[in-house]
DNA sequence: TCGTTCTATGCAACTGGTTGCATAGCAAGT
DNA sequence: ACTTGCTATGCAACCAGTTGCATAGAACGA
């Protein structure tokens, strides 16, 4: 289960609460983990049960208190044995490449709507992702000499900026497809 | 659930048993889309009982006897549906990047093997999705001019074929980073 | 004849994750 | 006063998917 080491990954990063916890699923951690909020929480109660992470409340003031967790001795252990652990690369899971397929039973045409949405989905994402390499990478007023874990957040996040600019091409290839073939085909 | 689409789509392509969708989907339809065959049989059986599905029994010879799949006018009508439907764009879930992001918090030059290793076997796949596309689309004895659901599987095909090769050279990336850190590491 | 491999199907138990709902403090606007 | 919105946490029910195990016919080789 990689939510367990996500949530060490990201509590050594950064101590927080589960709520913090859900919003960096939002956003960096989460460019390449998601999580709910409610699995996020059911997940914290267990692996503070099981001796990985310490709580500590946190009363707040202008807000609700807090439970702020951090990453405990046998948990930074698991973490450590989980990355000497050989992993199965993973395989896609890709709804809208099996719509792409099943339109030949339907119409292409139809598609392309949704096709589009996609696009500036990931257009926006591309966006996103490079505004914050320029922030903390490579613009001015980033980050001097960058130490061992800058180094490897910033190679995940080019993976992430990869990702998106392969998905933006391939999808404009899926409209110029679409296109075409609407093209050939009268009904349109 | 899009594994009920995916197995109409597959069904519709070509109706077949439970086994024999079990061994597209570590194949073709698995591009994009896993599944173990006890999570295919189990659907199956739901989506007959559903009447999306027709069976007949096929009595075989050197062989045990098979149950054949193919797709009834509901289960046309639930894909029609489907397809006409918004899909949430997908967000990764990638394992190795958590575990890069969490290699600061141990040793980074420890993940070199496991990366290499995923770098393989997406080589692999990457070999396997070209040398698929050159008999079947791009090579000299593939077909000719292609019909609509053909046109749809290449651009899907295409798909493949960018993220392998995308994330062939991102891992280049991981392990040059890896690399730099190690040599900057009194410790290798 | 015995073990292995391939085709072919399935059950049972479990785990991970989603969805819907509920609660509560506090701030800010209307 | 009322609503809206943000922080903050949680339960219960459900669903999808994995893992482990079991069965069985047939081919094939040692």
Same mark, same amino acid.
């Given at each position: 289960?990689?939510l367990e080491?996500?949530i060490l990954?990201?509590l050594?990063?950064?101590p927080g609460s589960g709520?913090?916890l859900?919003?960096?699923?939002?956003?960096?951690?989460?460019?390449?983990?998601?999580?709910?909020?409610?699995q996020i929480y059911r997940v914290l109660k267990r692996m503070e049960s099981d001796g990985l992470l310490d709580v500590r409340d946190v009363?707040?003031?202008?807000?609700?208190?807090k439970k702020e967790y951090s990453v405990a001795g046998p948990g930074r252990?698991a973490?450590? #044995?989980?990355?000497? !652990?050989?992993?199965?690369?993973?395989? =896609?899971?890709?709804? @809208?490449?099996?719509?792409? *397929?099943?339109? &030949?039973?339907?119409?292409?045409?139809?598609?392309?709507?949704?096709?589009?949405?996609?696009?500036?989905?990931?257009?926006?994402?591309?966006?996103?992702?490079?505004?914050?390499?320029?922030?903390?990478?490579?613009?001015?007023?980033?980050?001097?000499?960058?130490?061992?874990?800058?180094?490897?957040?910033?190679?995940?996040?080019?993976? #992430?900026?990869?990702? !998106?600019?392969?998905?933006?091409?391939? =999808?404009?290839?899926? @409209?110029?497809?679409?296109? *075409?073939?609407? &093209?050939?085909?009268?009904?349109?």
């Amino acid at each position: 289960m990689a939510l367990e080491h996500a949530i060490l990954v990201s509590l050594l990063e950064q101590p927080g609460s589960g709520y913090e916890l859900a919003r960096r699923f939002e956003r960096s951690i989460g460019y390449f983990w998601t999580a709910t909020h409610q699995q996020i929480y059911r997940v914290l109660k267990r692996m503070e049960s099981d001796g990985l992470l310490d709580v500590r409340d946190v009363p707040q003031e202008r807000r609700p208190d807090k439970k702020e967790y951090s990453v405990a001795g046998p948990g930074r252990t698991a973490l450590s #044995g989980w990355l000497h !652990e050989p992993i199965e690369p993973e395989s =896609l899971r890709h709804d @809208l490449a099996v719509k792409i *397929r099943g339109a &030949a039973f339907d119409d292409p045409a139809a598609l392309l709507d949704e096709v589009e949405r996609h696009h500036r989905v990931h257009s926006d994402r591309l966006a996103h992702y490079l505004a914050g390499e320029l922030r903390d990478f490579t613009g001015p007023g980033a980050l001097g000499p960058l130490d061992a874990g800058q180094e490897l957040q910033h190679v995940v996040l080019r993976g #992430g900026i990869a990702y !998106e600019r392969m998905t933006v091409a391939w =999808l404009d290839d899926v @409209l110029t497809t679409l296109h *075409r073939l609407g &093209a050939a085909d009268p009904r349109i």
